[in-house]
């Protein structure tokens, strides 16, 4: 079993069991979060997709870490002008650990 979930902009496949990250949510370590924008579900006897059945539907998950990816570095260069500029950037995620999908 398995399910199609939305959080941060971004559609995430999970099961249960899974490690996932995803964009940073306000939680502390050892909590339990519940998403409840939940777009499929695959079962044994098929695959759900109508909203009306998935309105009930959530994926209950455990904080694992809060914490930032690895730095990415942004380069600008303007030829012939003298211009250069080098800036880092470090997105900040939320580790989940899926402990159970409630249809």
Do not use: S
């Not at 099961?15 to 998403?35: M, S």
């Not at 455990?62 to 997105?91: C, M, N, P, S, W």
């Amino acid at each position: 079993m398995y399910a199609v979930v939305t959080t941060g902009g971004r559609q995430v496949k999970v099961a249960k069991g899974d490690h996932v990250r995803v964009d940073k949510i306000e939680a502390p370590v050892g909590d339990r979060i519940e998403l409840g924008n939940v777009r499929l579900v695959a079962k044994d006897d098929g695959i759900v997709v109508d909203p009306k059945a998935l309105t009930g539907a959530k994926i209950v998950c455990e904080v694992t870490a809060q914490d930032k990816a690895k730095k990415i570095l942004v380069y600008k260069k303007k030829r012939r002008k003298g211009f250069q500029r080098t800036k880092g950037h470090r997105q900040h995620y939320t580790q989940l650990k899926v402990t159970d999908i409630v249809l």
